[in-house]
Every structure is written in C-alpha cells, then in structure tokens.
C-alpha cells in the first residue's frame, strides 16, 4: 500500500469514533432523521446487537422491514429501522416522541456504529 491509504486506513476508525461521539443533533426533533446509514450486516444481525446492548428495545417486523422502538413502548425516545437492501442493510434512526433521551444520544450513536460495522 503506498503512504497515502496507509494513513487513510489508520484514520477511519478515529472518524467513524468521531462521527458517534458527536454532540446531540439539535436538528433532529421528532421523526427527523439522525442517523441515515448501510451497512454490510443484515437486519436481523443488526437488531440482535442492539437489542444486546441497550435496554427497553421493543421489536416489531412489517413485511421485511424491522423497526425497533428504543425506550418506554408507549413512549419511545428513538425508532431504529432496519431494511435490507442487496449488499446488507439501510439504517435510519429518528428520534421519537418523548422529550426522554433514554439513553443519551451519544451512547445510541455509539452503539448503532458498533452493531453496524
């Protein structure tokens, strides 16, 4: 590899941390997008990491699309959707209706990056 993509193969993990620990979004009120993404791992693959490691996540299907409801049922602080495509999976997180940010921001964007890579 020439000394280029060296470098820009040692940057990526420290841009993708960057991108998960920004500041919250204040932009992304409810049912606007915060996280848009694909991913090369499938939905249900995807779905099992984060329901493994956030609390409160309610799963429901539609046909072959997989939305998790992330906090109270009722109540839910973000909606994770999961679709598959041809080479994995389109993520769309938006934020939900309760003024709850259960769990913060941050840690939902760190762990959607996890469970997507």
Do not use: W
Not at 14 to 39: D, K, Q, V, W
Not at 67 to 75: C, P, Q, Y
Not at 85 to 100: C, D, P
Request: aromatic share 6%; glycine share 6%.
């Amino acid at each position: 590899m020439n000394t280029l993509t060296q470098r820009l193969a040692a940057v990526l993990p420290f841009a993708l941390l960057a991108a998960c620990g920004s500041s919250p979004s204040s932009t992304a009120s409810n049912g606007e997008t915060m996280i848009y993404a694909s991913s090369a791992r499938s939905p249900s693959s995807i779905a099992n990491c984060l329901e493994d490691r956030l609390s409160d996540v309610h799963e429901s299907r539609s046909g072959n699309i997989t939305e998790l409801a992330v906090g109270s049922r009722s109540n839910a602080s973000y909606f994770v959707t999961l679709t598959p495509n041809n080479y994995g999976s389109v993520i769309r997180v938006t934020h939900g209706a309760s003024t709850s940010d259960n769990p913060p921001e941050e840690k939902l964007r760190f762990d959607v990056a996890r469970c997507t890579t």
